[in-house]
């Protein structure tokens, strides 16, 4: 990394850095503020880790610090929905903790993310002892949302507890890692059912595990033992299958659905189909499926290669722009990432085997550069969709708008500022994550983030980063999100559409073609 590190309280800094940390009071003048509503000129001003006004021409004393927002975009600080830091998976720790992992948010204009607690043998109180643990080092806010691994009472009660008394929100189910995080089709209704009464979200990690581990078989039996077997051993039909059982079960119960990681055109697709129907469905891209392309998979190099192995995987060409085309449309919700890095020694445990590949790709400090560059600097949404997209529509999914996602009086004072005109390299010399590889190195785009203030402090300003270790705080997301409103009332009509009209084989014109 280039930039220091400056580690106010643990005494590291360099000489002359870091001395005070900067004024709780600031003054961010004559920049186009834009919420998701509304974008004009106007002057923001903070205090205390709120902002307090947002209007033109404020007035302030001198111990304010005036930053100049002029042609620049004044924005709520990202929000990523989907991270794995400290995450042990696949025999191994991802690289990025919740420190590291978080330096690189800020530096990249991400202010918060929701991180996966993973149980520990089944068990959520434990998970979550063991992410407060993981957390302590925080220097930005950030969210849990927790895993669902295994079904009894106690999970069931545990579940209670996590959004009655610990402000967790939304439940994951992996419907893929068979032999470990895997639940079959009885855990899932189970969790539905639970996730409904709880005013819980269930987000569901989409491809047929059963499935896939045939297809791993195959590939070994053929001998294709590269990380180009992942790719072929999991293909977009077992996406597809997956995001369609999932949402229909989930329609079945009534319950919103929010499917993590969209990376094909054929999940998209089931997403659209069921939102056009009504049902309240949520698919997330992230930024890997909607940038990249599977030619990297099959680099003659094991390191390059193996850097791209995510699961699902990064499909061939033409899925991302449908996943873009998507996102703009609105058929597709907000932007992700699935942060979960693993060094070039990590990746290598999968050499002659890529079951053995530790699965997960970079972007926590990517994410709003790239989703800039290639949606909005393409002309393919508008800034107020930006911000959207990259932060009040997670706010509102997990219930913490407008604390979060929008600059208003009122909300925390987490913004950037992000130079549309900038354009800059991405390498792995430079980011912050601890992983020496990056899998946007050396594309080159606009739209740079250059001030991260987060909780009212400015943290990242002249590329270089001030971040506090322990000085993030834990964001409780309350049950019954806008997505559960009138849900109640929905479930009576619902009852009547289980005995709707019998749809006869020769009312379908596409059955008929022959006369
Ligand atoms: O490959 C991935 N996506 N790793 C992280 C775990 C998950 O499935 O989200
Ligand atoms: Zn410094
Ligand atoms: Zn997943
Ligand atoms: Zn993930």
């Not at 709520?76 to 690289?95: K, N, S, Y």
């Not at 330096?103 to 149980?119: R, S």
Request: hydrophobic letters at 40%.
């Amino acid at each position: 990394s280039n930039e220091q590190f400056c580690y106010a309280e643990t005494g590291s800094s360099p000489p002359g850095c870091c001395i005070s940390l900067s004024s709780s009071k600031i003054l961010i003048k004559g920049g186009t503020v834009v919420n998701a509503h509304h974008q004009e000129v106007a002057d923001v001003y903070v205090d205390n880790g709120l902002i307090v006004e947002v209007k033109p021409n404020i007035k302030v004393s001198d111990d304010v610090t005036v930053i100049d927002a002029t042609g620049k975009f004044v924005m709520p600080g990202g929000i990523d929905p989907h991270t794995h830091l400290a995450m042990e998976f696949m025999g191994t720790e991802t690289i990025d903790d919740f420190f590291s992992g978080q330096a690189a948010a800020l530096a990249g204009g991400t202010t918060m993310h929701i991180d996966f607690v993973i149980p520990v043998n089944g068990s959520l109180s434990l998970g979550y002892e063991a992410y407060v643990e993981k957390a302590k080092k925080a220097c930005m806010d950030y969210g849990f949302h927790m895993a669902i691994t295994k079904w009894d009472e106690k999970v069931a009660s545990e579940m209670d507890i996590m959004v009655k008394e610990k402000g967790v929100n939304s439940f994951k189910f992996f419907l893929a890692y068979k032999g470990s995080l895997m639940i079959n089709d009885e855990l899932l209704l189970e969790g539905l059912k639970k996730c409904k009464s709880l005013g819980a979200l269930a987000m569901v990690h989409a491809e047929n595990g059963d499935a896939v581990f045939e297809g791993q078989k195959r590939m070994i039996e053929l001998g294709i033992t590269g990380p180009e077997g992942h790719a072929l051993s999991r293909p977009p039909v077992l996406e597809a299958e997956a995001t369609a059982r999932a949402i229909r079960l989930a329609g079945f119960v009534n319950t919103p659905l929010y499917v993590v990681h969209v990376m094909s055109i054929d999940a998209m697709e089931e997403v659209a189909r069921a939102r056009k129907s009504g049902q309240r469905v949520v698919g997330e891209p992230v930024v890997s499926g909607l940038v990249l392309d599977d030619s990297g998979l099959w680099d003659p190099d094991f390191n390059v290669a193996a850097k791209y192995v995510m699961s699902p995987p990064i499909r061939a060409t033409g899925h991302g722009k449908g996943l873009q085309a998507a996102l703009s449309m609105g058929t597709l919700q907000l932007v992700g990432t699935d942060h979960c890095t693993f060094n070039s020694t990590q990746k290598a445990f999968g050499m002659h085997d890529f079951r053995k590949i530790p699965n997960g790709v970079n972007g926590i400090e990517e994410r709003m550069h790239l989703v800039w560059d290639t949606m909005v600097a393409s002309g393919q949404i508008s800034v107020t969709d930006y911000v959207r997209l990259t932060s009040t529509e997670c706010a509102r999914i997990f219930n913490i708008y407008p604390k979060k996602g929008a600059i208003l009086p009122g909300s925390d004072a987490d913004i950037i500022i992000l130079n549309p005109n900038s354009s800059f390299e991405i390498t792995s010399r430079s980011h912050h994550s601890r992983s020496d590889t990056n899998v946007y190195e050396g594309r080159i785009g606009k739209g740079k983030v250059e001030v991260t203030i987060a909780g009212g402090r400015i943290v990242w300003e002249n590329n270089e980063l001030k971040v506090e270790l322990g000085s993030g705080k834990f964001i409780k997301t309350p049950p019954f999100s806008y997505l559960f409103e009138g849900l109640d009332k929905s479930d009576a009509s619902y009852i009547s559409s289980l005995r709707a009209p019998v749809k006869r084989f020769n009312d379908n014109p596409s059955y008929n073609s022959q006369q």
